[in-house]
């Protein structure tokens, strides 16, 4: 029914679009574009001012289906591009927490070596009614392959831009064929299957906090901490570390 500027659907499917998501020189993501009321028109500021919404798309199950998401990071100067991008969302709503999943592919270049990635995400989102202080996006399933090996674990992430997060992640193992992927010639370095466990705190746009890093490849064991620096042209990483030497 249209009532009231309000569409209610119960399925939203949009098949093959193209997505622009950005970070202007301040550091403000264009996130507020993306983001509708499931319940009324809304009037969100943005940096260029107020804006009204036309309308409130209510829906309980929202799908992008091979879309591409252009990602532009205008205050570090980069560029990112995801194809085959796909996104389900259940039961949208800007108050209450809801389930998402996503993935999507990647390719970038080390060393002159192209590489593929292919990432998808499981979990839940709060918005926090737009109060970007309070919101939160959680992922208990997280996989990511990386030309083929696979790693699991979850991600947390609260409060934005200034943000907290928390990343745990169990990876195979490496050896001198997987390292020739990505390094000529390949180091002989072998690094037994491994948990990673992070902390980290985004104190302002080009500086974050790592409160803690932790490796666990037994019979190697460290942990880290320290601050990432970007404000200058290249980037500063002092860092505090504690280890376990190779028994």
């Known amino acids: 029914p249209l009532l009231k500027r309000r569409v209610e659907l119960d399925d939203v499917k949009l098949v093959a679009p ?5 970070r202007d020189a301040s550091g403000v993501w264009n996130t507020a574009d993306f983001f509708v009321s499931s319940h009324t028109a809304e009037t969100v500021k943005k940096p260029a001012g107020p804006f009204m919404l036309p309308f409130s798309l209510a829906a309980d199950r929202t799908v992008i289906e091979g879309g591409v998401l252009n990602v532009e990071d205008r205050l570090m100067g980069r560029k990112f591009k995801f194809d085959k991008f796909n996104l389900t969302v259940k039961e949208f709503d800007m108050h ?3 389930a998402y999943s996503v993935s999507f592919n990647n390719v970038n270049t080390f060393e002159g070596k192209e590489i593929g990635t292919s990432w998808s995400f499981d979990g839940d989102i709060f918005l926090a009614s737009l109060d970007w202080g309070k919101a939160s996006l959680s992922a208990e399933k997280l996989k990511v392959s990386i030309d083929g090996s696979l790693i699991r674990g979850s991600v947390k992430v609260k409060g934005f831009p200034r943000s907290e997060t928390e990343l745990d992640l169990k990876a195979p193992a490496l050896g001198p064929a997987q390292w ?5 010639p390949a180091p002989d370095f072998f690094l037994p299957a491994s948990r990673w466990r992070l902390k980290l705190t985004s104190i302002e746009p080009r500086k974050m906090q790592i409160d803690r890093l932790r490796l666990d490849a037994e019979p190697l064991a460290a942990q880290l901490s320290g601050l990432i620096d970007w404000t200058g042209p290249s980037p500063r990483l002092p860092m505090m570390i504690r280890s376990q030497p190779l028994l």
Request: no cysteine; proline share 0%; hydrophobic share 40%.
């Open 18 to 22: 193209q997505i622009q998501f950005y």
């Open 180 to 184: 020739a992927k990505y390094a000529s």
């Open 96 to 98: 209450k927490s809801f």
